[in-house]
């Protein structure tokens, strides 16, 4: 047997990326030093609470990254269907290099769809523009993939809301044109940033369920930033925690819901509503995540942390591998596991 038969195929690979805003108040390290894969056909859940640097991550991965941030160091490697390697972090922002790759190979769900379409141009004008730029398409070709796709995407009436104004949609609309958006060019990788936020429960599951079936008809890689712990146990395959621009887990998603081991991941499990027969309180992580300005010393959650110690508190811990895939980045396991980097 070949034993790469069952390797993940690597699409995306992140090392030490560290990326910062510099601002007059200080410098703010949204994403400090991140290590990722993500791999065909697979689906990666990024996540954590508001502020912790997931939407920064994700947006670098097409270097969008808004100023005054910038990428200060490491590399976002992506593999093409040719084989070839591209560093994205080293790309011309503005170049046609990136261009050929964002929207059509790599593509992105944005969480504010007000904010993401434009006001001035109708549903259609948007969605075809894509096409028009990555294929040699006709227009009439390109409005019938376009009226397809959201109705794919369960929009009402796709060939008369190609024709409609943003502005003239609901929320929850405007989120499923955004999908089909993303998902027009067929890409290798979708990025998705809390993509069914504004729906309905129902609506919700049927993208969810187009993701997936898409996923597997073109063997694209996802990723996930939610803070829905009950989408990532129904959609991921892999699950990464990420607290102040770090990753402080990463494992399985049965690993990461089953035998936690940071403490930062089990506050989160722990906060899930749950339904039962007796009334019971929430139970909420304690304190919130620190402004950018005042990171605290050592571990950088020390100060809400239940399993705090001393060394704590003037220690900043490095990555430890637990084993079959699952690392954390405590001190907690400093003398039981090995370490995978030294930090300086």
């Known amino acids: 047997m070949d034993v790469n038969e069952n390797k993940p195929d690597t699409l995306l690979e992140v090392v030490g990326l560290k990326v910062h805003f510099f601002t007059d108040e200080g410098v703010v390290r949204a994403v400090d030093g991140i290590d990722l894969n993500l791999y065909r056909g697979r689906t990666l859940c990024l996540v954590g609470e508001s502020g912790c640097g997931k939407s920064v991550a994700c947006r670098t991965f097409l270097n969008i990254v808004r100023s005054p941030g910038r990428i200060v160091d490491g590399s976002i490697l992506y593999r093409k269907d040719d ?151 129904e959609v991921a395959d892999d699950v990464a925690v990420m607290y102040l621009g770090r990753i402080v887990e990463y494992g399985t998603v049965d690993t990461i819901f089953h035998t936690p081991k940071h403490p930062y991941t089990r506050a989160l499990l722990r906060s899930i509503p749950r339904i039962e027969i007796d009334r019971t309180e929430l139970d909420p992580i304690k304190g919130m995540v620190p402004s950018p300005f005042r990171r605290p010393t050592g571990c950088p959650f020390h100060p809400r942390c239940e399993s705090v110690m001393d060394r704590c508190r003037t220690t900043e811990p490095g990555v430890y591998d637990l084993g079959e895939g699952h690392s954390a980045r405590c001190l907690l396991f400093e003398n039981t596991a090995k370490p995978e980097e030294v930090e300086k």
Do not use: W
């Open 83 to 233: 084989g070839t390697a591209i560093d994205i972090a080293r790309l011309d922002p503005k170049g046609d290099q990136i261009r050929r790759i964002r929207g059509k190979e790599i593509s992105m769900v944005f969480q504010e769809p007000m904010t993401s379409l434009s006001m001035m141009h109708t549903v259609g004008d948007q969605l075809c523009e894509a096409l028009s730029i990555h294929f040699a398409m006709t227009k009439d070709e390109a409005r019938e993939k376009a009226i397809a796709m959201l109705g794919r995407v369960g929009l009402p009436k796709p060939d008369r809301t190609i024709d409609e104004y943003p502005f003239r949609l609901s929320g929850g609309m405007r989120q499923r044109v955004m999908i089909a958006m993303a998902l027009m060019c067929d890409p290798n990788l979708l990025i998705a940033d809390e993509p069914t936020t504004a729906l309905d429960v129902t609506t919700q599951a049927q993208i969810i369920s187009l993701i997936k079936e898409l996923q597997e008809q073109f063997n694209m890689a996802v990723l996930y930033i939610t803070h829905d712990l009950g989408v990532v146990a």
